[in-house]
């Protein structure tokens, strides 16, 4: 009979402990990241069915304001104040804004159907009130260094990296194997002689362990070089959605200054058009015009809104995603 037991040798329990919360630290951070992924993405669809949502009820606008011109030039027409022309002209206007409000009608139900199979149960306000955006403010090395604090990929190539190294110094700790230590108890010449004995088993290392070994480092290179590599796109994408962010506000404040101006324009070739001063298909295109731009404006608006709320999920001003694969909601 005999009892054995392995010993590990001074330094290696050490290394799997801490090989052991590593794996922990990772797998959190692979939670989080997935939920800041799911933060974006439902960010990225709620601002496609805004987008969809805000084009539509434009369309609707111009529409209604089409329709009722129509029946009044038919009206016109009928009294010999209008010429055939005209009525053609109001007609076709009015055919093409009924196409563009069918196509926005599509792309709206799309939008939606996209939303809520993404997410299910999420409630759908009936009415939405879109705040001006806001500037950027501060330095863009104050913006960078907190986004890439916050940044889950690099946090999770960091820890990836961490893991490996200590993978490579414990795979060259096991080159040297551990002993073990045994007792053997045994009875002959039927129980007149009783033998107890110290067992001591010294494994001798092989080519296997040292191919082990220089594994584990070649993969520990491996995920030094992925987690530079990682810093260098998380350093860019936090410039570029910087930028990005700050040139959306500024074109929408431009789209909101051509939205004016171009309705203005439009207003007084309306009334140019009443006068006589001006065709009819000038009118119409004065108010095309105008209703791109005002289109553009809005959303100008809904894309900067987008972009500055992108950066305070990436900052974590919006929701804050713990270690534990929770996040909380910080601001609606």
């Not at 096991?174 to 009783?194: F, N």
């Not at 033998?195 to 520990?220: H, M």
């Not at 006589?276 to 295109?285: I, K, N, V």
Request: proline fraction near 4%; avoid cysteine.
């Amino acid at each position: 009979m005999g009892l054995e037991r392995a010993w590990r040798l001074p330094g290696k329990a050490a290394l799997d402990s801490q090989l052991g919360q590593a794996q922990r630290d990772l797998a959190e951070a692979a939670g989080a990241e997935r939920l800041h992924n799911g933060a974006r993405l439902l960010l990225e669809s709620w601002f496609a069915w805004l987008r969809a949502r805000e084009r539509l009820a434009h369309v609707d606008e111009a529409r209604a304001t089409l329709e009722r011109e129509n029946v009044a030039m038919a009206r016109r027409r009928e009294l010999g104040d209008a010429s055939e022309l005209e009525l053609m002209q109001m007609d076709a206007a009015f055919a093409q804004m009924q196409t563009e409000h069918r196509i926005s009608e599509a792309e709206l139900a799309a939008e939606m159907e996209r939303l809520l199979v993404l997410f299910p149960g999420l409630p759908i306000p009936e009415q939405v009130s879109l705040p001006p955006p806001q500037p950027i403010e501060g330095r863009p090395e104050e913006w960078e260094e907190v986004l890439l604090t916050h940044e889950p990929a690099l946090r999770l190539a960091r820890l990836a990296s961490s893991r490996s190294r200590l993978q490579a110094q414990r795979a060259d700790r096991e080159r040297l194997a551990d002993p073990t230590v045994g007792i053997r108890v045994a009875h002959e010449k039927d129980g007149e002689d009783r033998l107890v004995g110290l067992a001591l088993t010294i494994p001798l290392g092989g080519s296997a362990r040292q191919a082990e070994t220089d594994r584990s480092r070649a993969e520990a290179n491996i995920a030094s070089e992925h987690e530079a590599q990682v810093l260098r796109d998380s350093l860019a994408a936090a410039r570029s959605a910087l930028q990005q962010a700050r040139g959306a506000w500024l074109a929408w404040q431009a789209s909101q200054e051509a939205a004016t101006l171009m309705s203005r324009a439009a207003g007084l070739q309306v009334r140019a058009y009443e006068l006589g001063e001006s065709s009819l298909a000038d009118m119409l295109t004065a108010r095309r015009l105008a209703f791109g731009a005002g289109l553009a404006a809005r959303l100008a608006q809904l894309d900067a809104l987008e972009k500055y709320y992108r950066l305070q999920i990436d900052r974590r001003e919006l929701w804050n995603f713990s270690q534990h694969g929770t996040s909380v909601l910080i601001q609606p």
